[in-house]
C-alpha cells in the first residue's frame, strides 16, 4: 500500500531533550515536506525537500531540523524541544516539487512538550 | 505570496441539507487549488483539485467546488451531507510558477453534521 509513515504518533517530552520523528514513503517520491499544524492557524510548512540532499526552509523553520540522506526518509529533528513546538505534525510527499502534484500526507504525529 | 482565507472556522448543518464551505485566495500569479478533508485522529486526504480546464470540479464523496477567478474563490458545496462528512476542511493554494511544492493552507473549516 503507497503511503507515508511516521513515528511516532505520539509523544511527550520534556523542554531540552532531544528528540526525532521520522518520516517514511514508499511511493519513490522525490518531494517531501513537513508541516505543523496549530489551532486556528492551519497547516504551516516547517521545511521541504526536493530531493536526496536537496533541503530548504519553509514558514516556520526555526527550531527544527531535516536531513535527507535517502529518498525514502526525511526526518524531523528537534534539538532543544521548547513548550511551544508543541502540536500536531505532519509529513507528506509528492511526486516531484511541481505545484500541481497531489501531496500524501502521513498520520501525524502529536506532540507535547512539557 | 500567495494566502488562503476560509472565514467559517464551523459551519453546522443537518444531515442531507446542503452546504457550502467558503474559501478566499489571494496570489500575483496562476495558482493551483486544493481542497483537503482531515478525518479526526488522520491525516490529510485529497478531496478534489483545479489545475485548469472546466471551472467546476468535482471531487470524492460528492462534493464539488467551484473556481471563480474573479472573485478570486473557490468554494466546496455538496447538495446533501451525510453523518460520515465530519471532518475538518482545508482550501489550499500553489503558485503555478512557484517552486518547491509550497502548498499554502487556510485555517481549516470544521463542518459538524448532525441529526
Known amino acids: 500500500e503507497a503511503q507515508v509513515t511516521q513515528n511516532p504518533r505520539y509523544l511527550i517530552t520534556v523542554t531540552g531533550k532531544k528528540l526525532t520523528v521520522t518520516c517514511s514513503q514508499n511511493?519513490?517520491?522525490?518531494?517531501m515536506s513537513w508541516y505543523r499544524q496549530d489551532p486556528g492557524l492551519g497547516l504551516r510548512q516547517i521545511y521541504y525537500?526536493?530531493?536526496?540532499?536537496?533541503?530548504d526552509k519553509g514558514d516556520v523553520p526555526e527550531g527544527y531540523k531535516v536531513s535527507r540522506k535517502e529518498k525514502r526518509n526525511f526526518p524531523l529533528i528537534l534539538e532543544s524541544p521548547s513548550p511551544n513546538q508543541t502540536s500536531l505534525y505532519f509529513c507528506?510527499?509528492?511526486?516531484?516539487?511541481?505545484?500541481?502534484?497531489?501531496?500524501?500526507f502521513g498520520a501525524g504525529s502529536r506532540l507535547t512538550v512539557l | 505570496a500567495q494566502s488562503v482565507t476560509q472565514l467559517d472556522s464551523q459551519v453546522p448543518v443537518f444531515e442531507e441539507a446542503p452546504v457550502e464551505l467558503r474559501c478566499n485566495y489571494s496570489?500575483?500569479?496562476?495558482?493551483?487549488l486544493f481542497w483537503y478533508v482531515q478525518y479526526p485522529n488522520q491525516g490529510l486526504q485529497l478531496l478534489l483539485k483545479?489545475?485548469?480546464?472546466?471551472?467546476l470540479v468535482k471531487g470524492i464523496n460528492g462534493f464539488e467546488a467551484e473556481f471563480n477567478k474573479s472573485q478570486t474563490s473557490f468554494h466546496l458545496r455538496k447538495p446533501s451531507v451525510h453523518i460520515s462528512d465530519t471532518a475538518e476542511y482545508f482550501c489550499?493554494?500553489?503558485?503555478?510558477?512557484?517552486?518547491?511544492?509550497?502548498?499554502?493552507f487556510g485555517t481549516g473549516t470544521q463542518l459538524k453534521v448532525e441529526l
Open positions: 507528506a510527499s509528492s511526486l516531484t516539487a511541481e505545484g500541481a502534484n497531489v501531496l500524501t
Open positions: 511511493m519513490n517520491h522525490e518531494y
Open positions: 525537500s526536493m530531493n536526496v540532499e536537496v533541503t
Open positions: 496570489s500575483s500569479v496562476s495558482v493551483y
Open positions: 483545479y489545475l485548469s480546464g472546466s471551472t
Open positions: 489550499a493554494v500553489s503558485e503555478v510558477t512557484g517552486g518547491g511544492n509550497k502548498l499554502t
